[in-house]
């Protein structure tokens, strides 16, 4: 079955940097969604991009999508304290179920 | 986007019991969808839930331990049954909203004792 695996695992940077995490996938997609979890709380969705298009761009997000070599990416700017989550990336697996990565622990440093 | 709702937040369950979790969405959905998020790990989808139909269980989970049911097509629950402390997770719904995504609830925390 195809999955997401982020990259890295986890990732520490100061406040104000910017943070970058990839996923990659096995399979052709219809879509890649992106979602943050603060500690042991719900799933926020933060972005879906479709497997035509190349690029989406939320407040401080940006996300890419290189279907060629499946892989995506979310880019976080000027990163806050409150950015501070895990992320995972998920992707379609037909029948609108959606597989999700392992996720990237992202800790940022006041 | 949908509003999702799950009670209850958290419930500390001793074993043998079992454990149903309510999930309310605020508007109509075809499809509602459980999972469960073990500590320290990712999501895995337990069953994909329509209205009017049987849930469709993936591998590794049965109906017998996780019944489900969808009465309509604003509301579902997850029954965890004959509990474990191998159960203790985060339990999750979602709905899948077409163009926009898939959404989640705020989860309901299971610790068995």
């Known amino acids: 079955s195809q999955q997401g695996e982020e990259d890295p695992q986890a990732l520490s940077i100061q406040e104000g940097e910017n943070a970058t995490m990839n996923c990659s996938y096995k399979?052709?997609?219809?879509?890649l969604q992106w979602y943050r979890q603060n500690s042991g709380r719900g799933l926020v969705h933060l972005i879906l991009?479709?497997?035509?298009?190349r690029e989406k761009h939320s407040g401080r997000l940006r996300v890419t999508l290189d279907t060629s070599k499946k892989s995506s990416s979310l880019l976080i700017t000027a990163s806050r304290a409150a950015d501070t989550a895990s992320y995972f990336c998920?992707?379609?697996?037909?029948?609108?179920?959606?597989?999700f990565g392992k996720g990237t622990r992202l800790h940022i440093l006041p | 986007s949908a509003v999702i709702s799950q009670k209850p937040s958290r419930d500390i369950c001793q074993r043998g019991t079992s454990l149903t979790i309510q999930c309310q969405v605020d508007?109509?959905?075809?499809?509602m969808f459980w999972y469960r998020q073990q500590p320290g790990q990712s999501l895995t989808l337990i069953a994909t839930?329509?209205?009017?139909?049987?849930?469709?269980?993936e591998s590794g989970f049965v109906i017998d331990k996780f019944p489900i049911s969808r009465p309509n097509l604003t509301f579902s629950t997850l029954t965890v049954s004959n509990l474990s402390p191998e159960d203790s997770s985060i339990y999750l719904c979602?709905?899948?909203?077409?163009?926009?995504?898939?959404?989640f609830g705020p989860g309901t925390r299971l610790t068995v004792t």
């Open positions: 508007s109509q959905v075809t499809m």
């Open positions: 399979t052709s997609i219809n879509n």
């Open positions: 991009i479709r497997s035509n298009e």
């Open positions: 998920a992707t379609d697996a037909g029948d609108d179920k959606i597989i």
């Open positions: 979602s709905v899948e909203t077409g163009r926009q995504g898939q959404y």
């Open positions: 839930a329509n209205q009017g139909s049987e849930a469709t269980y």
